[in-house]
């Protein structure tokens, strides 16, 4: 089904605001977790390995989600003006 450049941009702009929401979700959850972990130097090790484990989904997750934007964009560009 073809979507006219309004409906495009409309739905870019509802997975950039949930991207977005998703970042500061995560962000505020890192703070969270760093304030519990400083009192103590075993969960901090805890908390930094699990922090970096979470980073990694979210780095393959950017990376799908912009396999997808530029697949997005290709097919847009082929749309007739």
Sequence with gaps: MRHTLAEEA????????AA?????RFRQSVAEERATAAADPTRRRMETSRLRRRIEVVDREVARLTIKRERWLAELNRLPN
Excluded: D, P
């Excluded at 409309?10 to 605001?17: I, K, L, Y």
């Excluded at 977005?20 to 500061?24: D, I, L, N, V």
């Design 10 to 17: 409309a739905m870019r702009q509802e997975r950039e605001a």
């Design 20 to 24: 977005r929401e998703a970042m500061r």
